[in-house]
């Protein structure tokens, strides 16, 4: 079931994360989703986009917030 705007995401998915981020993961999940579709597994395609969105984002202080670049 690929999801058609942010608004479609899962309530524990748009609660804990910046909306960025959700778009991030509404992305990642339908991509996946499309990949994936003859396992018919949909837990893999939100492991992915958890995925994705770990690559952009962190947990600082409770709340997701953009990875920061180092330098160097």
Do not use: C
């Not at 994360?17 to 837990?43: C, K, M, S």
């Not at 952009?56 to 920061?68: S, V």
């Amino acid at each position: 079931m690929p999801y058609q705007s942010i608004e479609d995401l899962p309530p524990s998915v748009r609660h804990a994360l910046p909306v960025h981020a959700q778009e991030i993961y509404r992305a990642a999940f339908n991509d996946a989703w499309t990949r994936y579709a003859g396992i018919g597994d949909e837990g893999i395609a939100h492991r992915v986009a958890w995925a994705a969105v770990k690559r952009a984002y962190e947990k600082r202080g409770g709340a997701w917030a953009p990875r920061l670049l180092h330098s160097g």
